[in-house]
């Protein structure tokens, strides 16, 4: 069965504290990898694709990477403002371009 | 350039009833995706039209459907509310459903509270 899980489920870390969320996937066939933030009653926020093993991405405080099984969310040096969802999702062959997100790591950076 | 628009963006219901949600793409975005959110299942794909065309769907009930008009825009409809359909539904949009930079960018969503 094709799945997308993501962990931790729930993050916290203290301002300038750098981690990595992880996304783990098991489909055939993949075409895509797409991380999202989502604010408290907003809509996915689009962050970075990636489509090919030993890809990476960087925008401002994060870096994505992408094996044949999980793709990592490098946060480094975070500020109370990265505090969000972060969604992980997959396009694959049996998807038809549809995504096929994870649950989600709820990320919390205090100051 | 304008984002995508959903309305409206609240919505209460009792069970039985029927609801109709709008979404209105990104200009020149041709596809149009449903999302349904909520804290037990997360996101879940429900639909996606192109060129008023169905061209994929979800995992649910026939309850669930969706029409694209000629400008794009897109509604869905839930008939027979039930308890469980209360969520956040999400539309996105993007070129096209298929080739390069085909990542979906989302609206703010309507959330459907049914009672």
């Known amino acids: 069965e094709d799945q997308v899980t993501q962990s931790p489920e729930a993050l916290r870390l203290q301002e300038g504290e750098s981690s990595s969320l992880n996304c783990s996937y098991t489909?055939?066939?993949?075409?895509?990898l797409f991380w999202y933030r989502q604010d408290p009653g907003k809509g996915p926020e689009f962050l970075f694709t990636l489509y090919s093993a030993g890809e990476e991405k960087e925008k401002e405080r994060l870096k994505a990477t992408l094996t044949k099984k999980e793709s990592f969310l490098h946060i480094t040096a975070p500020k109370p403002e990265d505090s969000a969802t972060y969604l992980c999702a997959v396009q694959h062959s049996n998807s038809g371009y549809a995504l096929n997100f994870g649950k989600g790591t709820s990320l919390l950076v205090t100051p | 350039k304008a984002g995508v628009t959903q309305t409206p963006r609240y919505l209460i219901k009792t069970r039985g009833q029927q609801v109709t949600l709008s979404c209105s793409p990104i200009s020149g975005h041709r596809s149009v995706s449903w999302y349904q959110q909520t804290p037990g299942q997360g996101l879940q794909f429900l639909f996606e039209?192109?060129?008023?065309?169905?061209?994929n769907k979800g995992n649910f009930p026939g309850r669930f459907s969706g029409r694209q008009f000629s400008n794009s825009r897109s509604e869905m409809n839930v008939s027979t509310l039930e308890l469980g359909d209360s969520a956040l539904y999400l539309c996105?949009?993007?070129?096209?459903?298929?080739?390069?930079?085909?990542?979906?960018?989302f609206g703010p969503g309507t959330r459907l509270t049914v009672l």
């Open positions: 996105a949009s993007r070129p096209s459903p298929s080739g390069p930079n085909n990542e979906q960018f």
């Open positions: 489909v055939s066939g993949l075409r895509g």
């Open positions: 039209y192109f060129s008023e065309t169905q061209r």
